[in-house]
């Protein structure tokens, strides 16, 4: 079982509240999002584990048991190109839960014109695999987010 945690601090409102169908329909899997506070901040991993995908803008991290979950700081930042992304750790490299991993503004997403808001999904997972969705309510980063099962 993965606790995954919320790899921001922030206000957790469900993926269904989310500015992409994409991942409003939970096609790219199910999990929740954050709409984070509106502050310079350093995106966390969500689980110890491996980087396995990392752009500015999103990261993927697996745990020792193959479970995959995606942080995307923000919706259709990757038009942005890495602009006010900074990454703090490469791709390969052993995190632990809580690890900053990318730097980012949430504030200054919102003011170039895109969500802030922030879809934490658990990969190729099915929706009754993950119990204890937390869909609403403020969360600090490592605050749990789901359990997958």
Do not use: Y
């Not at 939970?26 to 995106?43: H, K, L, N, Q, Y």
């Not at 479970?67 to 259709?76: K, R, S, W």
């Not at 900053?100 to 808001?117: D, H, I, M, T, Y």
């Amino acid at each position: 079982m993965t606790s995954v945690t919320s790899p921001l601090e922030g206000r957790a409102i469900g993926l269904a509240a989310v500015p992409d169908p994409v991942f409003s329909g939970a096609m790219v899997g199910p999990g929740t999002a954050i709409d984070p506070v509106r502050e310079p901040s350093a995106a966390v991993s969500p689980v110890d584990g491996v980087v396995v995908s990392l752009h500015p803008h999103a990261f993927v991290v697996v745990d020792s048991e193959g479970h995959g979950v995606l942080t995307h700081l923000g919706i259709d930042t990757v038009q942005l190109n890495g602009e006010g992304f900074e990454l703090l750790v490469n791709k390969g490299d052993t995190v632990t839960r809580g690890q900053e991993v990318v730097r980012w503004n949430p504030a200054a997403v919102e003011a170039a014109g895109k969500s802030p808001v922030c879809p934490v999904v658990a990969l190729e997972a099915s929706a009754d695999a993950l119990a204890d969705v937390q869909e609403s309510g403020d969360v600090k980063s490592g605050d749990a987010l789901f359990t997958w099962k």
